[in-house]
């Protein structure tokens, strides 16, 4: 027994120094925000030039929309061939008076959606103590929207597509709508594209910079979007196919251009290192992830 004891003892003495010395991962630093890949200068040359091209596009929709429609949901001898699934939803969503829900569709697309995607961004970035990233957030998500609307536009007047309300008009009453360039653009809704550009391209922003309120910026953004898709078609300017389109083609511009031409730079690799006090000596691993 003696023995014994005479043999732990000098044991646990050693067990307790190399416990003290014993190395440790040190506690990781707080999750940093990092910063989105940009060049100022390129970023604005494409998302200026793009904006013209939308603005031109639309001031010059009389001499560069289709002045008569290409895609018309009609057989050769003028009979409906509108297909199942359009004529159905067009039926059970288009309100009563669908001037209300077209013009709500311009609260919701041009005024609230924006307002969600800048707003919220800009909220989630003072809330994380990142307000300073505001401004290069704000460039990312604009040029991706601006690239969403030009190719609504160019696939719009390439397609032609006959509008439902004009559709249902007998022939000779088409020419004589309030807005005459526009009857022929329903293929892809530009409302919908824009909407559904914004909520997309302001989420993923959010989510790459790692802000805690990339949830409320997604959900807000995308409950904006859907309603103004709905919105086109109560208000009978849009198909469900049009606005379907215009959801999937905004959504993946405005995912591909912050995703993959903004993403941040992977950061450096994990690097380890002896730190020393006079008490113990620790390993410490530090890096990012």
Excluded at 17 to 23: F, S, T
């Amino acid at each position: 027994m003696k023995m014994k004891k005479r043999f732990l003892a000098p044991m646990a003495a050693a067990l307790m120094l190399l416990g003290d010395a014993r190395p440790a991962l040190a506690d990781p630093p707080s999750a940093p925000h990092p910063d989105l890949r940009h060049d100022t200068a390129a970023d604005l040359v494409i998302t200026g030039a793009g904006g013209i091209l939308w603005i031109s596009s639309e001031l010059l929709k009389a001499q560069l929309g289709p002045s008569a429609c290409r895609w018309c949901d009609r057989h050769a001898d003028g009979s409906d061939a509108l297909n199942a699934v359009d004529a159905t939803t067009r039926d059970a969503l288009r309100w009563s008076n669908p001037s209300t829900a077209d013009a709500l569709s311009y609260g919701t697309g041009f005024v609230l959606a924006p307002i969600a995607a800048f707003g919220l961004d800009a909220v989630a970035a003072g809330h994380d103590g990142r307000a300073d990233g505001f401004a290069v957030d704000a460039m990312v998500i604009l040029e991706a929207a601006v690239i969403a609307a030009d190719v609504n536009q160019i696939v719009k007047f390439s397609a032609g597509r006959e509008r439902p309300f004009v559709h249902a008009l007998p022939p000779d009453a088409k020419s004589r709508t309030s807005q005459p360039s526009d009857n022929n653009v329903s293929f892809f809704s530009g409302h919908t594209t824009l909407a559904f550009s914004l909520a997309t391209a302001s989420g993923t922003v959010a989510s790459m910079r790692g802000y805690r309120l990339a949830p409320l910026v997604w959900g807000v953004g995308m409950g904006f979007a859907a309603t103004t898709g709905y919105l086109r078609i109560a208000g009978d300017k849009h198909y469900l196919t049009d606005v379907v389109t215009a959801a999937i083609v905004g959504s993946g511009i405005g995912f591909a251009v912050p995703y993959l031409f903004h993403a941040p730079r992977a950061e450096s690799s994990p690097v380890a290192g002896v730190a020393s006090s006079p008490q113990s000596t620790q390993l410490v691993i530090a890096g990012a992830f």
